[in-house]
Nanobody, 120 residues
Framework: QVQLVESGGGLVQPGGSLRLSCAAS????????MGWYRQALGKQRELVAT???????NYADSVKGRFTVSRDNAKNTVYLQMNSLKPEDTAVYYC??????????????WGQGTQVTVSS
């Protein structure tokens, strides 16, 4: 089993910044990628940003230029630096870790979610 512990959510004013962290622990064999997804009230969960073990990144168009995903491979930790936050960024943010079981086969683990609220 893999456990993901998230931290860093909260309430921030529009234009402000927050930094999310997620540490993975447990039976970690090979992490293919880590990242963040979010789910706003009444909407489906969507990708925010991911980063592979080789540091390739992928961002949702809505956050490009404002959010930065990074990871510390030694600590199995992924970060999301969120700048210039907008009210539409308000959502529960979920950490995701994708483990590679064998070539072409992956298993996803999810954190419990952390609330980010952008409001004046």
């Amino acid at each position: 089993q893999v456990q993901l512990v998230e931290s860093g959510g909260g309430l921030v004013q529009p234009g402000g910044s927050l930094r999310l962290s997620c540490a993975a622990s447990g039976s970690i064999v090979s992490i293919y990628a880590m990242g963040w997804y979010r789910q706003a009230l009444g909407k489906q969960r969507e990708l925010v940003a991911t980063i592979t073990s080789g540091s390739s990144t992928n961002y949702a168009d809505s956050v490009k230029g404002r959010f930065t995903v990074s990871r510390d491979n030694a600590k199995n930790t992924v970060y999301l630096q969120m700048n210039s936050l907008k009210p539409e960024d308000t959502a529960v943010y979920y950490c995701n870790t994708r483990l590679q079981i064998r070539p072409g086969m992956f298993v996803d683990y999810w954190g419990q979610g952390t609330q980010v609220t952008v409001s004046s």
